[in-house]
Structure formats: C-alpha cells, structure tokens
C-alpha cells in the first residue's frame, strides 16, 4: 500500500515542476483598438448630407499588452449641405511579448455614427413661407 502512494507521489513531481514555470510570467492581453465616429448635420436641407468616415489600424505584427482609443465628434449647424469626411489611423506596438509563442490578430472595433437631421428653423424656403 505504501509503495502505491510513494509511486503516485512520484506522478505528481512533474506537475508541481511546472507550477514555477508557468507561475512566474506577467499576465499579457492582445492589442485592443477603438474607434469611434460620431458625424452629426443639423440643417435645412431635407437632402441627406456627405459623412464619410475612414478608419485605418495597424500593428506592429504581434501586439500584446497595448490598447489605443480615438473618439471624434463632427458637428455641422447650418441652412446649406455639408460634407464630413473623417479620416483617423491607429498604431499599436507592442508593449509586451507573446506569452507561449502565441500569434493572435489585435482586437479591432470602429463605431460610426452618422446622424442627420432636418432643421426647418435652418430651411430658408420654410421660415419664408412664415413671413420671417
């Protein structure tokens, strides 16, 4: 009986080995990137305004322990069209290792928003119909 305890003991050895090795590394995350767009017209026009939002992001190949956030606000208040163009670009480097040689793509999230709205207060054609 007690020789099959000493032999199960043994098969533990390796595992608590282990336990140092795996211990002893900092925990690491892959890169997060987040972007976000917002492109707000209010005017007096009922003919949708040009909003285009163009996102590029890029690492540095294996990114870990990084993150980068844009949030922008466009705003136009007016009686005419409008044209919004955003162009935003991110770059993460590395700001860790790969923990066990893992090579994971970076978390990427891009949020646009585009909102439009008519405003007759801003339409010409409308307040004149009033007499203002």
């Keep these: 009986m007690r020789l099959k305890l000493f032999l199960a003991g043994l098969l533990a050895l390796p595992a608590i080995g282990l336990t140092p090795?795996?211990?002893s590394r900092p925990?690491?995350?892959v890169c997060v990137m987040t972007d976000i767009g917002i492109q707000l017209q209010i005017s007096g026009t009922q003919t949708p305004g040009y909003q285009e939002n163009n996102v590029n992001m890029g690492t540095d190949g294996s990114c870990?322990?990084?993150s980068t956030t844009n949030a922008h606000t466009q705003t136009?208040?007016?009686g005419g069209d409008s044209a919004q163009i955003r162009n935003s670009t991110h770059f993460a480097g590395s700001g860790?290792?790969?923990p066990f040689g893992?090579?994971?793509d970076p978390v990427t999230t891009s949020v646009?928003?585009?909102v439009d709205v008519y405003s007759p207060v801003h339409d010409e054609?409308?307040?004149n119909s009033l007499g203002f």
């Design 96 to 98: 860790g290792y790969a």
């Design 21 to 23: 090795l795996i211990a």
């Design 76 to 78: 136009y208040i007016g």
């Design 102 to 104: 893992l090579n994971i």
């Design 27 to 29: 925990a690491a995350a």
């Design 112 to 114: 646009h928003v585009p």
């Design 125 to 127: 054609d409308f307040m």
């Design 64 to 66: 870990w322990g990084n």
